[in-house]
């Protein structure tokens, strides 16, 4: 498999215009990524870093979340850290929230400050208190006393 994705990322390197090579990968990705996740992540781990790959890393997440969330989350988990792993998590925060609202607030807790950090506590404030205010009220109590507390 990683064969054949080398292969089409050279096929695609070769074609000389730049914006017709960004619209096959993001066209191709979209249909891999939904018809093939795992696939689709071993593409982007091949692509050149850069904006692109973050892009596509991000919308590989979405898409896999959308289907098969555990799945997604191992992978995004597996990421280097930087800005791809934090733009993936930030595309499954919704659905994380949804699928486990505990799990995702276990992970917020641990993050440091930042815009991650702080999207995953507005997702969480936005749900939690709906499902369980006195869960919710008990782990916001647990929070450190910062802007994210405050927030929540």
């Given at each position: ?15 000389p ?5 960004r ?11 939904e ?5 689709a992540?071993e ?7 850069g ?10 997440a ?6 098969k ?9 597996s990421?280097?850290d ?5 733009s ?5 925060g919704?659905?994380w929230?949804d ?8 992970f ?26 006195k869960?919710?009220?008990q ?6 006393t910062d802007?994210?507390r405050?927030?929540?």
């Open positions: 498999m990683e064969r054949d994705s080398k292969e089409v990322l050279e096929w695609i390197k070769q074609i215009n730049p914006v017709l090579q619209e096959i990968i993001q066209s191709g990705m979209y249909r891999l990524s018809a093939d996740p795992k696939m992540a593409f982007v781990s091949i692509l050149p870093p904006q692109r790959q973050v892009n596509l890393i991000t919308q590989v979405e898409s896999w979340g959308e289907g969330f555990d799945e997604a989350l191992e992978w995004v988990k990421l280097p930087g800005q791809a792993k934090n993936a998590y930030e595309r499954l919704y659905r929230v699928h486990d609202v505990k799990e995702a607030a276990a917020a807790k641990d993050l440091s400050s930042g815009q991650l950090r702080d999207q995953m506590f507005s997702r969480i404030a936005d749900d939690w208190p709906w499902r369980d205010p869960e919710a009220m782990f916001a109590e647990g929070l450190p802007a994210a405050e927030r929540y």
